[in-house]
C-alpha cells in the first residue's frame, strides 16, 4: 500500500485511516469490505474512520483481532447499516485482545425489516485475568425518530463474557413501541461481570402499537 499524502498510514505507529481502503465517506457505494480491510492491515493499531457517512451494506465481521475503532464524533462519523442482522460482530477470539470503539453514531439503514443489532461483542470464555476488555464511549445508536417504525434497531449493544467493561456516554435514539424498548439498548449475555454503564442517555418518541 503506498503512502498517502492525505493520511501517511505507512508511518510506524500512525492509525490506519479506513480511506486508505477504498472507504466512500459520502455513504452512496459499500464501505464493508474496505473497513474490514482496515482492520486485517491494523493488526491491532487504531483504525480511525474520518468524519462522513459510510454505508454498510452486509456486517463488518471482526474476529480473532484486537478492535480500536476511533471516529471524529457522534453525528460526524457516522456508519449506516443497511442489513438485518448485525452492524459489527466483533468475535476478539482471544480474552487478552481489548475492544475500544469511540466516537461514532451507528444509524439503522434498513427500509424493510429491523437492522438487527448495531454493536455485538462476544468472548469465547470470561477471562481468568483483570484487566478491561470493552470500552464503548461516545456512541451514538440511532433509529428513525420521525418517520414510521423503520428503520431501527433490534437491540443497540450486546456483550457476552465481557470482564470489567466501560459502556459511557452512549446516546440511544429511537421509538418505545413493539420494535424498540428499554432492554434492547444494552444487552448483557452470558458471564459478563464488572460492567460498568455510565451516563448512557435514552431520547424515545413514544408510538402507538
Known amino acids: 500500500m503506498p503512502l498517502t499524502k492525505a493520511t501517511y498510514s505507512m508511518i510506524q505507529g500512525a492509525p490506519i485511516n479506513i480511506l486508505d481502503f477504498g472507504a466512500d465517506p459520502t455513504g452512496s457505494l459499500d464501505s464493508t469490505a474496505a473497513i474490514q480491510a482496515a482492520f486485517t492491515e491494523a493488526q491491532g493499531r487504531c483504525v480511525y474512520a474520518p468524519a462522513g457517512t459510510y454505508r454498510l451494506n452486509s456486517t463488518v465481521q471482526l474476529f480473532d483481532m484486537y478492535v480500536n475503532l476511533i471516529g471524529d464524533g457522534i453525528g460526524a462519523t457516522i456508519f449506516v447499516y443497511k442489513g438485518s442482522s448485525v452492524a459489527f460482530e466483533i468475535r476478539p477470539g482471544d480474552v487478552l485482545r ?112
Not at 475492544?99 to 438487527?116: H, L, M, P, R, W
Not at 477471562?127 to 428503520?151: A, C, E, K, R
Not at 413501541?177 to 444494552?186: E, G, H, K, R
Not at 460498568?196 to 408510538?207: F, G, S, Y
Request: charged share 10%; with cysteine.
Open 98 to 209: 481489548r475492544v475500544t470503539i469511540n466516537g461514532c453514531s451507528f444509524y439503522a439503514g434498513n427500509e424493510t425489516v429491523s437492522s438487527g443489532t448495531a454493536i455485538y461483542v462476544a468472548y469465547p470464555t470470561q477471562p481468568s485475568w483483570s484487566g478491561p476488555t470493552v470500552f464503548i464511549t461516545d456512541v451514538q445508536i440511532y433509529s428513525n425518530l420521525t418517520g414510521p417504525t423503520i428503520p431501527y434497531w433490534q437491540r443497540g449493544i450486546y456483550l457476552s463474557n465481557a470482564w470489567n467493561a466501560n459502556v459511557s456516554n452512549v446516546w440511544f435514539n429511537g421509538k418505545a413501541n413493539d420494535y424498540l424498548t428499554t432492554s434492547s439498548f444494552i444487552e448483557l449475555g452470558e458471564n459478563c461481570t464488572d460492567v460498568l454503564i455510565d451516563r448512557c442517555h435514552a431520547l424515545i418518541i413514544v408510538t402507538g402499537k
